[in-house]
């Protein structure tokens, strides 16, 4: 899925690569180029990473999170974090745009595991009000402009990198998930400790309503690349609005 051609629509750009970021985690994902691009979208300014970082690449949750503490330090605010995800609720389509209303991450380790930073945030950061509503209210009216017909739901966390089995799939649907995908969560509750406002968006590459149909890396890929036009549009319209 390339988002990556997001960075084409930043004006006035200044690139930073990851390499020359102390301390920064580097992409694995190979011809993934791995920076930071500052600039101008919508007149609104921005500071987009291209290339992102999983925990079943092998990186720490703390790796996997080091970017929500550098945006933290320099004063970021509000974050919009994107994903792949598969669809779950019987209503959701391929090429859907879901809102992240909530999410669930029962097992894995968490980002804020080991000794507290305070200067961050506080041992034990609430998580109830994480996804902003304000900003949720900002991009349905962005999608409402652009006449799009935008999902919402509950992203379930797996970490990873294998896909769910039927039985899983049952698992999440019972809990309470409308979405399952392997990234997101550990960023947002790294936010949730930093105080940064958080705008979360699913794309649905793929459905997981029949067991029979195997979900394959390269149709979340096609997917990506389908949404990837609409959902510039609707990130440019929002942008535009806040
Ligand atoms: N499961 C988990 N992660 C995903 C999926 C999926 O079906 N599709 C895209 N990312």
Do not use: W
């Not at 997001?6 to 990851?18: H, L, N, S």
């Amino acid at each position: 899925m390339d988002f990556g051609k997001f960075i084409d629509i930043v004006e006035d750009k200044v690139e930073i690569e990851y390499k020359d970021i102390p301390n920064f985690p580097v992409s694995t994902v190979e011809g993934h180029s791995g920076k930071l691009v500052v600039g101008r979208v919508a007149g609104k300014e921005v500071l987009v990473m291209s290339g992102r970082f999983h925990y079943y690449e092998g990186y720490s949750m703390q790796e996997v999170t080091f970017p929500i503490r550098v945006f933290s330090l320099l004063g970021i605010d509000k974050l919009i974090v994107t994903n792949a995800a598969g669809g779950i609720h019987p209503d959701f389509e391929v090429t859907d745009i879901m809102i992240i209303k909530d999410h669930i991450k029962i097992f894995d380790e968490t980002p804020l595991r080991g000794k507290n930073t305070p200067e961050f945030g506080t041992r034990f950061p609430d998580m109830r009000n994480v996804y902003d509503l304000e900003m949720m209210n900002i991009v349905r009216e962005a999608a409402n402009e652009i006449n799009m017909d935008i999902k919402e739901g509950v992203y379930y966390y797996m970490a990873g990198p294998q896909y769910e089995t039927p039985a899983e799939v049952n698992v999440i649907k019972l809990l309470g998930g409308d979405a399952v995908g392997m990234s997101t969560v550990p960023e947002v509750i790294v936010c949730s400790h930093s105080g940064i406002k958080v705008l979360g968006l699913s794309c649905i590459t793929n459905t997981l309503r029949d067991d029979t149909v195997d979900v394959t890396h390269e149709e979340v890929m096609e997917s990506g690349d389908l949404i990837a036009n609409s959902f510039s549009k609707l990130i440019v319209e929002f942008l535009r609005k806040i």
